[in-house]
């Protein structure tokens, strides 16, 4: 509660000291008339020197344009403040929200050893345990693996290893190993389209951008109703463009652009409320901004599920020049890679 308290005083500050420059001006102004007119009556009968009217007016524009640049200042201050305390606050839940999803896996294995330990239990029942640990885990793993991958890859310092590839080949391979990831039965993700292109692309990023986007559906999964995607593709206008659309509980309009932000956590009350990081479709984002591409959502509305677009360059040896720029990217980092291995 501390924070939007403290934000509170900020703009009451903010408006008092706009309040106190507009009177300040008015007061100005009102004491500029009022001598002008009593110097103009006067100013003849003294001196023809005693007014000098240009210089007047120079030192009032002078004046205002001290005061804009002032308001203008306090104006700028004031929405970086804003934006401070904005990051502030999604940082502060994001800290909350990975510390939960910390401290449940290792509830669990502790729970799981404690048993274990005061129990004699079937060999049967042993295995059981074994793999509850093991998959909580791979989920803690995962979890600082993304925390740590976010930052590298904003700092430009991940090794991309980017081939050419045929999207109709590429895309139901990964598909089905991330169907196999997250246990869905074939039915649950269906794809169809033309993927007959090529695109430059590193293959185990772009797995982390499908299999994100497949976690995020079944989290938004209607409650009762099982998880149904369904991924398009289409080869248009020099784009290799992806489609993916699901039957959750879709996106409200005015967190349509925010859920790529990052740390971003949707509080609408018609969204269930699910574990995570706020960091999947940020991390999602980068990956595609990497790839010389773009991602936007739609949704048509509660419950009638979300379509994300992916629009990739295609490849066209010779041709694109942003292809080729990430080849050699690759290459380079391959060298470079293959020169650090020999010297070690």
């Known amino acids: 509660m501390r924070q939007p308290r403290s934000f509170v005083v900020q703009v009451l500050i903010f408006v008092l000291a706009q309040?106190?420059?507009?009177?300040?001006?008015?007061?100005?102004?009102?004491?500029?008339?009022?001598?002008?007119?009593?110097?103009?009556?006067?100013?003849?009968?003294?001196?023809?020197?005693?007014?000098?009217?240009?210089?007047?007016?120079?030192?009032?524009?002078?004046?205002?344009?001290?005061?804009?640049?002032?308001?203008?200042?306090?104006?700028?201050?004031?929405?970086?403040?804003?934006?401070?305390?904005?990051?502030?606050?999604?940082?502060?839940?994001?800290?909350?929200?990975?510390?939960h999803e910390?401290?449940?896996?290792?509830?669990?294995?502790?729970?799981?050893?404690?048993?274990?330990?005061?129990?004699?239990?079937?060999?049967?029942?042993?295995?059981?345990?074994?793999?509850?640990?093991?998959?909580?885990?791979?989920?803690?793993?995962?979890?600082?693996?993304?925390?740590?991958?976010?930052?590298?890859?904003?700092?430009?310092?991940?090794?991309?290893?980017?081939?050419?590839?045929?999207?109709?080949?590429?895309?139901?391979e990964l598909v089905h190993e991330s169907r196999e990831q997250f246990s869905l039965p074939e039915k649950a993700i269906q794809i169809s389209g033309d993927g007959g292109c090529d695109c430059v692309l590193d293959r185990n990023a772009f797995r982390i951008v499908l299999d994100n986007l497949v976690d995020n559906s079944i989290k938004y999964s209607r409650e009762g109703v099982d998880t149904a995607i369904h991924i398009r593709m289409a080869c248009e206008r020099g784009k290799f463009i992806l489609r993916f659309a699901d039957n959750g509980v879709g996106i409200p309009l005015q967190h349509q652009e925010q859920v790529f932000e990052k740390f971003f956590r949707s509080h609408d009350t018609a969204m269930p409320s699910v574990k995570g990081t706020g960091l999947g479709l940020y991390w999602v984002k980068e990956i595609i901004r990497i790839h010389q591409g773009a991602i936007r959502v739609s949704s048509r509305g509660t419950n009638k599920g979300s379509t994300f677009r992916i629009e990739l360059p295609q490849y066209a040896k010779g041709t694109e020049r942003a292809a080729q720029r990430l080849l050699r990217l690759s290459r380079k980092q391959k060298q470079k890679d293959t020169a650090h291995g020999e010297g070690a």
């Open 19 to 99: 309040v106190a420059w507009l009177v300040l001006l008015g007061l100005w102004i009102y004491w500029y008339t009022s001598n002008y007119m009593v110097i103009s009556e006067v100013g003849p009968r003294l001196h023809s020197q005693l007014m000098s009217e240009g210089l007047n007016h120079l030192l009032l524009i002078g004046g205002l344009i001290l005061l804009i640049a002032i308001s203008t200042g306090m104006s700028l201050l004031f929405h970086r403040l804003s934006v401070q305390f904005k990051l502030t606050r999604l940082y502060d839940n994001f800290i909350a929200n990975v510390t």
């Open 102 to 172: 910390l401290k449940s896996p290792l509830a669990s294995i502790q729970l799981s050893i404690e048993t274990m330990r005061m129990h004699e239990l079937p060999r049967e029942k042993q295995e059981e345990f074994f793999n509850m640990m093991l998959k909580d885990t791979d989920r803690l793993n995962n979890l600082i693996s993304a925390i740590l991958q976010v930052p590298a890859l904003e700092q430009k310092k991940i090794a991309h290893d980017f081939q050419v590839h045929r999207m109709e080949e590429l895309v139901p």
